[in-house]
């Protein structure tokens, strides 16, 4: 894991460990407030019900989001960041997996109110939905197997071979756009890591963070990969974003709002 990327683990964890959520209650002579639902069991005023987002994720992404063996839970970076924005910003999160490829969709459709999957901002994505303020920035980065890794540090340097990517990412984009190699696209990058150690591919692109998450944090995968390059992008980084559907200023405010808050603590 990079030395930015721990730092960022760091402060998050440890700047909003104070907040805590305050519910309204009704005087004692007015009713008692159930604290679940704000509903009043005796007479007295109403409370306002907190607001709740949909998040949808594809927990395939360490260390962003990825599925806790263990509990079955989604855990990673996002989750932790968007818990502290949420916080924050006085409203409460759900998280649900959703695969890659129809995490879009489902957006638009509004089966949830916003993506936070370590989603590239880009000039196409912002034609179609809107961003929230950037809260990290990624390159991409190459992974070989560590016996390959002889005289590999760029993509040219594998002329003709192929290169695995989670379809649908900046990372296959960025493959597809170099015609000396050839992409092969998979569901999720865990499928692009197995065909590597397979020998299908003779590489795998992805975010530097996730690419580092693999080859020294993963006890399958230890020892056995390297990441010969963290920087394909050189220096271009891509900021990553959370992403509602275009045009709702209420929920991205909300985030944006949270985020604001949480970027004070790294002060």
Known sequence: ???????????????????????????????????????VTEEGEVTEEMIKLKIATDATWPPFESIDTKTEEIVGFDMDLMNAIAEAGGFEVEYVNVNWDGIFVGLDADKYDAIFSSVSITEERIKKFDFSEPYYAISQALILKTEDVED???????????IGAQNGTTGAIFVSKNDKVELVP????????????RGDVVAAVCDHPVAFDYALKNEAYKGKLTVVNADLNKGDLENLGIVVKKGNSEVLDLINKGLAEVKKGDK
Do not use: H, N, R
């Open 186 to 197: 998979y569901d999720d990058v865990t499928l692009a890591i197995e065909a590597l150690m």
């Open 1 to 39: 894991m990079s030395k930015k990327l721990l730092a960022l683990f760091f402060v998050f964890a440890l700047a909003f460990g104070s907040f805590m959520m305050v519910q309204g209650c009704a005087p004692a002579d007015e009713g008692v407030v159930d604290e679940e639902t704000g509903e």
């Open 152 to 162: 590999v540090k760029v993509l040219d340097d594998l002329a003709g071979k192929k």
